[in-house]
């Protein structure tokens, strides 16, 4: 689809992304608090337990120093059996303050990946062109990560951090109102601190987590094209493109480290200076020594609160750098998952369609029908289908015309295939296509045919509800192609693509796709169709085997891909450049094989030279980009 | 093999001085230990991402050709210096020596703290009592520059280890894509795409952070725990002694939870390669998914996929972080004793006459102790982190061979001639006047090529069954058949990937696996897929070579395209050339390859996706280019037009080939001419 199409009709506001509530991040958040209120409400008790108990052994230490200072010994015992208790108590909250982090961390990152991959759904076609799969995955991955590490060691341990300086602050104020008065003093000095440093590594780490991402995007593509890397003998070359990447994200990271280096110590310095006022102030006497009013006892529970205010705040300045590392990845999830969407009128529905006026065809009907074509009875279903349908409104048309309501499902009513003055251009807006028209009867063989360049692959796209037109319409059936709800789409549109494509599985899932609608009787019959049973069936274990890169050979591959194509027996039929690959004789077998199983079905084909027209009509558009120049 | 593994892990111990002692602890174990680890080396490159012992028995299928490229992988790995973790610490020692002086200097006056602070209660005391409030001053401004000087050093510390971290993890990164270049395409891809993402990134990134943080606490916790342990035997070693058994206790049941802990943080690495490899097909097979409106079933998958590393990830992370506050109560134990007998002797009934300074240093003395022994346990899970990423980047670690001839004849052209020039002999300058810069020349001497009796199968099965043909400098020929004639297989048979079942390729008389094998350019190739890079259009033609771009852009006629692109030469054209339509990539494709002459070039079906008009003007070029480089052309197609052109045709049937002039084969061969017939008549058929 044209991007200023999507831009046009985009509803989002760029900078509402900025703020923090509007983040995607913190929607997906609420969710997962609003699903799981039990988790939450014991991470927020489990955070206040183990605060309170790591609190209170100074006090106990303190009266245990006290009683030695006044030469009194007998409660001692008891007290250390208190020490004791409030350690283990301390231990036991803490480890289970980490358990129900960790847990809670994990939910939020799932449910940040579930609804990025809901978000890949809604994407216009446009930008998997424009972005790099691999860059894709990166966010997937290393940017998710952060946001784990966010939660693990970030955000709610620094909470807890910031519960234990409040916490030991207010206890510091009952015990001697001077220190009370010193900290407040510091703490805001250090906070002033901490912000000048977590600014600093946050430019760092934007750095870093890009030249990560490039790096990450390098291998899998070196693995695509390793045979021309060892022929050319290019590997420095390589290395050279990938040291580049590895050595910008080293460059920041050592911006980073510097900022981690120096925080730390300057607080625990600091530290250090604050018990020496203390205690110089406190040896004074008069009206110092009323203000910080301290006994030996509460001094020393006074220097290990110091030392205990300052070490979460010295761990936040750890979680500083985990946050602004999840900082950079949760910007680039929100910048992903605030990409402008196909638009909600120009989707297909997702579920299937309402009842109502138009019982519409659910999945059940759908595998009813490829049941009742297995029998050979294609007309009754077809009858059933044309029964179940709605014609269709205006059809994947120009983006001011308002869809019409309803579901929209193909029907056999309308001309097979119908380009209706259809002009495209691509963000250069230089146009592709325009005004180009073209009807397809069903049951009619289409060759478009052209030079490189002139748009064939375009006018595919359209076709296949890929790319919305900048004006005119496109039907396929009567129907937009991209208002097709997804469990009509294989059997009402088989797209033979121009490169197969493997996907991860046996022979068995190339064909299916991992479609439960797909039975193995409708994979037999596919691959015999194309002539592959016989492959399949001399490989050990049939379509169960793995299907490696060679398992078959090119020309196998792409029948693979014909079968995988035609499986839901489709009534269109887009064949992109289908013998590309394919010598004479195999190409004449696709045909006659095709031939055979396409009695009412149309096929349009696009080809660069004529020496592969299918029998039937060619239509040429040299002519249209031509004029379109 | 098992001798190289054994040297190598003996040697990395030496450097890793903690991990020698985890493996002597494992008694038994160890040789256990070593067999996984030499094992899990062997087994990486054939199992997908499932280098564990249960993946190999029914999937694999054990036949000869499955064990050669892990035979030739572990030679390769033997030749290369063998990697050990000691090394990376040795390249660094300049930092590591800043590290030590700092290390010490901080750790050795972490008591000072202590014992200020008991020195600072005890004044505090001895003021309430009679003593001047003046001679705080002095002593609170001592303790002050104590840890000011101490932190300073730990500032120091800090910084050199973060800098040896990076500086490792830059070199990791580095060798393992350099090493990755160094493999066979066989033994690449024969591991699944995620597996080795995961490996290049987060594995590294993991045994960086595991050897940071085992330099960082060689420091915290060793030196400073020695620091006060020798502190606290000072002030009373019968306590001391008492106190000291609860440490040991926590570290011992952190060595008991070793084993789960390292288990989980396996399983959630596989679980995580697993994602990664699910989370590519997903984004990468995006629009396919999306044509046959299967999205929303693959986001299920996808889901499910979730769950596993969900729960694989909780179990790791609750093993790494909720342990250690337990370890840290446990060691703390020993506070309880500290009280009780540490009063006794305030009040002069214990082992030793103390003062309140004594007993204020000692309890935060061991405070500190109790916390640091239990962040022991906690850098022995980082260890152990480390460790299981360790194993798996160490096949891939290490400087790569230049022996194997990588890193030969990418520079420039003239960089290669000086590589071949000891064997072979250079290509005498262009004669005849051509389109071409007369600067475009083969590095090595073009050299008639025969193959004789070529066999190559899989599996069981024989894709060239004795194959014989030959090739004279200059000779564009034309190789044909039916599909799954074995043409692809016979291209591919040029680039050696692995080692023909029958029969020799000679180049020269010599053989040609050799020639490949040393790194001599001598063969061009271009498949099926263009294998561009995201890159510029001149980045994808010159791939680090020098040369003129835009004569090779126009022989493939891409000159006007380019041009009209945005950014003419210097435009990218996106992941694997996405942003050019199917013939522009095997253009660009075939641009690149005439931009690195090579005496013996094979082209499988360049035209393909190319107008007829463009192949005819293409191919007339291509002529001028031999002409002038002397190269031979191996042209494999499935059309036949140009054929009538080419200087003789190979004809392919079920794995055996007839070569002959075009006129010869027609006369002679049924099928060629069966071939031919069919696709005029098909072409008749199209101009119609």
Same mark, same amino acid.
């Given at each position: 689809m044209s991007r200023q199409n999507v831009e046009k009709r985009s509803a989002r506001d760029g900078s509402s992304a900025q703020t923090f509530a509007a983040h995607p991040l913190w929607s997906v958040f609420c969710q997962v608090v609003r699903r799981l209120p039990g988790l939450f409400a014991l991470l927020v008790v489990i955070i206040v337990v183990s605060v309170a108990a790591s609190l209170l052994p100074p006090r106990v230490l303190g009266a245990v120093v006290d009683d030695l200072a006044a030469n009194a010994g007998a409660r001692t015992p008891g007290l250390a059996v208190l020490f004791l208790g409030l350690v283990a108590l301390e231990g036991v909250s803490t480890a289970g303050r980490e358990v129900v982090i960790v847990r809670f961390g994990q939910k939020v990152t799932h449910?940040?990946?579930?609804?990025?991959?809901?978000?890949?759904?809604?994407?216009?076609?446009?930008?998997? @062109?424009?972005?790099?799969?691999?860059?894709?995955?990166?966010?997937?991955?290393?940017?998710?990560?952060?946001?784990?590490?966010?939660?693990?060691?970030?955000?709610?341990?620094?909470?807890?951090?910031?519960?234990? @300086? @409040?916490?030991?602050?207010?206890?510091?104020f009952t015990e001697s109102r001077g220190l009370g008065l010193l900290l407040l003093v510091t703490l805001p000095i250090l906070f002033w601190f901490t912000r000048r440093v977590q600014r600093g590594m946050l430019g760092a780490q934007v750095d870093n987590r890009a030249a990560v991402a490039e790096a990450n995007r390098q291998i899998p593509e070196t693995l695509a094209s390793f045979r021309t890397i060892k022929v050319l003998g290019c590997q420095p070359f390589m290395r050279r493109r990938y040291d580049r990447a590895i050595v910008h994200g080293f460059d920041a990271m050592e911006r980073s480290n510097f900022y981690d280096a120096v925080y730390s110590p300057v607080i625990l310095t600091c530290g250090a200076v604050v018990v020496a006022v203390m205690m110089t102030l406190s040896a004074q006497g008069g009206a110092t020594a009323v203000l910080f009013g301290m006994t030996v006892g509460t001094a020393v529970a006074n220097i290990a609160y110091v030392g205990k205010v300052f070490s979460p705040l010295s761990n936040i300045g750890m979680e500083i750098e985990n946050i602004q590392q999840a900082v950079a990845g949760t910007r680039r999830i929100g910048e992903f998952l605030s990409e402008d969407e196909i638009p909600l009128d120009a989707r297909a529905p997702q579920e299937a369609p309402a009842p109502g006026p138009m019982p519409a065809a659910s999945a059940e009907q759908a595998s009813d029908a490829a049941r009742a074509n297995e029998r050979g009875a294609a007309a009754d279903a077809d009858g059933r289908r044309r029964a179940s349908a709605v014609a269709c409104g205006s059809g994947l048309s120009a983006p001011q015309e308002a869809p019409a309501e309803g579901a929209l499902l193909p029907s056999s009513a309308a001309p097979a295939v119908e380009l209706d003055r259809v002009s495209f251009s691509y963000d250069d807006g230089v146009p592709v296509i325009s005004d180009f028209s073209l009807s397809v009867a069903p049951g009619e063989r289409v060759t478009i045919a052209g030079r490189t360049g002139a748009g064939k692959s375009t006018l595919m796209k359209l076709m296949l509800g890929l790319y919305l037109p900048d004006g005119g319409a496109v039907r396929v059936l009567g129907c937009a192609p991209n208002l097709i709800p997804a469990h009509e789409r294989r059997r009402t549109i088989g797209y033979v693509e121009q490169r197969f494509r493997r996907v991860p599985g046996d022979v068995f899932d190339q064909v299916a796709l991992f479609d439960d609608a797909v039975s193995s009787a409708d994979v037999d019959r596919a691959l015999a169709l194309v002539g592959l049973s016989g492959a399949v069936a001399r490989l050990p274990r049939g379509v169960h085997e793995p299907c490696g890169p060679t398992t078959f050979s090119q020309g196998q591959f792409q029948l693979l891909s014909i079968a995988r194509a035609i499986v839901c027996d489709p009534r269109v039929l887009l064949l992109d450049e289908i013998t590309a690959n394919l010598d004479s004789a195999t190409e004449r077998h696709v045909l006659d094989a095709i031939d055979a199983a396409s009695s009412g079905r149309t096929v349009v084909a696009i080809s660069h030279r004529l020496t592969e027209a299918v029998t039937g009509r060619i239509v040429r558009i040299d002519a249209v980009a031509d004029a379109a120049k | 093999m098992d001798e190289i593994h054994d040297r190598s892990r003996a040697e990395s111990l030496a450097g890793f001085p903690h991990v020698r002692t985890q493996l002597q602890a494992e008694g038994d174990g160890a040789a256990a230990g070593r067999d996984a680890a030499s094992d899990c080396a062997a087994s990486a490159p054939k199992a997908e991402g499932k280098p564990t012992a249960e993946g190999r028995t029914p999937k694999e299928k054990s036949t000869a050709a499955d064990r050669r490229p892990r035979g030739r992988m572990m030679a390769k790995t033997s030749a290369s210096s063998a990697p050990r973790v000691g090394d990376y610490f040795k390249r660094e020692w300049r930092l590591l020596v800043g590290v030590t002086l700092s290390g010490v200097v901080y750790n050795v006056g972490m008591t000072a703290g202590p014992w200020f602070?008991? *020195?600072?209660?005890?004044?505090?005391?001895?003021?309430?009592?009679a003593r001047s409030a003046s001679s705080m001053l002095p002593l609170a401004l001592a303790y002050v520059a104590a840890i000011a000087l101490v932190q300073g050093a730990r500032f120091l510390k800090r910084l050199y280890v973060r800098k040896f971290a990076n500086n490792v993890n830059l070199r990791m990164k580095g060798e393992l894509y350099a090493n990755l270049l160094g493999k066979t395409r066989e033994e690449v891809v024969g591991e699944g795409v995620g597996t080795v993402m995961t490996k290049a990134v987060s594995d590294?990134?993991?045994?960086?952070?595991?050897?940071?943080?085992?330099?960082?606490?060689?420091?915290?916790?060793?030196?400073?725990?020695?620091?006060?342990?020798?502190?606290? #035997?000072?002030?009373?070693?019968?306590?001391? #002694? /008492?106190?000291?058994?609860?440490?040991?206790?926590?570290?011992?049941?952190?060595?008991?939870?070793?084993? *789960?802990?390292?288990?989980?943080?396996?399983?959630?690495?596989?679980?995580?390669?697993?994602?990664?490899?699910?989370?590519?097909?997903?984004?990468?097979?995006?629009?396919?998914?999306?044509?046959?409106?299967?999205? *929303?079933?693959?986001?299920?998958?996808?889901?499910?996929?979730?769950?596993?590393?969900?729960?694989?990830?909780?179990?790791?992370?609750?093993?790494?972080?909720?342990?250690?506050?337990?370890?840290?109560?446990?060691?703390?134990?020993?506070?309880?004793?500290?009280?009780?007998?540490?009063?006794?002797?305030?009040?002069?009934?214990?082992?030793?006459?103390?003062?309140?300074?004594?007993?204020?240093?000692?309890? =935060?003395?061991?405070?500190?102790?109790?916390?640091?022994?239990?962040?022991?346990?906690? #850098?022995?899970?980082?260890?152990?982190?480390?460790?299981? =990423?360790?194993?798996?980047?160490?096949?891939?670690?290490?400087?790569?061979?230049?022996?194997?001839?990588?890193?030969?004849?990418?520079? =420039?052209?003239?960089?290669?001639?000086?590589?071949?020039?000891?064997?072979?002999?250079?290509?005498?300058?262009?004669?005849?006047?051509?389109?071409?810069?007369?600067?475009?020349?083969?590095?090595?001497?073009? *050299?008639?090529?025969?193959?004789?009796?070529?066999?190559?199968?899989?599996?069981?099965?024989?894709?060239?069954?004795?194959?014989?043909?030959?090739?004279?400098?200059?000779?564009?020929?034309?190789?044909?058949?039916?599909?799954?004639?074995?043409?692809?297989?016979?291209?591919?048979?040029?680039?050696?990937?692995?080692?023909?079942?029958?029969?020799? /390729?000679?180049?020269?008389?010599?053989?040609?696996?050799?020639?490949?094998?040393?790194?001599?350019?001598?063969?061009?190739?271009?498949?099926?897929?263009?294998?561009?890079?995201?890159?510029?259009?001149?980045a994808n033609v010159r791939m680090g070579a020098a040369g003129d771009v835009d004569a090779v852009l126009a022989a493939v006629r891409m000159d006007r395209e380019v041009a009209a692109f945005p950014a003419g030469r210097a435009t990218v054209i996106g992941d694997a050339g996405v942003r050019l339509s199917g013939g522009q990539q095997a253009r660009i494709g075939l641009a690149r390859t005439l931009f690195h002459p090579r005496p013996l070039i094979v082209l499988d079906d360049p035209f393909s996706a190319v107008d007829s008009a463009t192949e005819q003007a293409i191919f007339r070029n291509l002529r001028a280019y031999v002409a002038q480089t002397g190269s031979a052309v191996l042209l494999i197609s499935h059309r036949l037009t140009l054929f009538p052109q080419m200087n003789s045709v190979v004809y392919l049937e079920e794995g055996h080939a007839v070569q002959g002039s075009h006129a010869d084969l027609l006369a002679t061969c049924a099928g060629y001419r069966a071939l031919c017939a069919l696709q005029s008549a098909r072409q008749e058929g199209g101009a119609r």
């Open positions: 449910a940040v990946r579930s609804r990025m991959a809901e978000k890949l759904d809604t994407l216009p076609s446009a930008y998997f @062109v424009d972005h790099a799969a691999g860059d894709l995955t990166s966010r997937f991955v290393n940017d998710v990560n952060t946001v784990e590490s966010l939660f693990a060691d970030g955000i709610i341990s620094m909470v807890a951090d910031v519960a234990s @300086v @409040v916490g030991i602050v207010a206890i510091v | 602070e008991g *020195q600072l209660a005890q004044r505090l005391c001895d003021i309430l009592g590294v990134d993991d045994c960086a952070e595991g050897m940071r943080k085992f330099t960082t606490e060689i420091f915290d916790t060793g030196v400073v725990l020695v620091a006060y342990t020798v502190m606290l #035997l000072v002030y009373d070693w019968r306590l001391a #002694l /008492i106190v000291l058994a609860f440490p040991p206790v926590s570290y011992a049941i952190a060595m008991r939870m070793r084993k *789960q802990v390292a288990g989980a943080s396996a399983e959630a690495k596989a679980s995580m390669g697993r994602l990664n490899a699910a989370t590519l097909d997903r984004t990468s097979g995006a629009l396919s998914y999306r044509v046959f409106g299967l999205e *929303q079933a693959r986001d299920a998958a996808y889901e499910d996929c979730l769950d596993d590393y969900e729960r694989a990830a909780g179990r790791a992370n609750t093993f790494a972080s909720a342990l250690q506050p337990l370890y840290k109560a446990i060691s703390l134990a020993g506070a309880v004793f500290v009280i009780v007998l540490g009063a006794r002797n305030v009040m002069g009934l214990g082992w030793t006459a103390w003062d309140i300074a004594a007993f204020t240093t000692f309890m =935060s003395c061991f405070e500190k102790l109790a916390i640091k022994s239990s962040s022991a346990a906690k #850098l022995f899970n980082a260890v152990q982190k480390a460790r299981v =990423s360790w194993e798996r980047i160490e096949p891939y670690l290490g400087a790569p061979t230049e022996a194997t001839g990588e890193g030969v004849g990418a520079e =420039s052209p003239a960089s290669t001639s000086a590589g071949a020039a000891a064997e072979l002999p250079i290509a005498a300058a262009a004669v005849a006047a051509t389109p071409w810069p007369a600067g475009v020349r083969c590095a090595v001497a073009p *050299q008639p090529v025969e193959v004789s009796d070529l066999r190559v199968s899989f599996g069981d099965k024989d894709v060239l069954a004795g194959v014989s043909l030959a090739l004279r400098p200059g000779q564009i020929v034309g190789v044909t058949g039916a599909v799954a004639s074995g043409k692809s297989a016979l291209g591919r048979a040029f680039l050696c990937e692995r080692p023909a079942d029958a029969g020799t /390729i000679r180049f020269g008389g010599r053989d040609l696996a050799g020639l490949v094998a040393a790194g001599k350019p001598v063969v061009g190739y271009l498949g099926h897929d263009p294998e561009l890079i995201s890159d510029t259009v001149e």
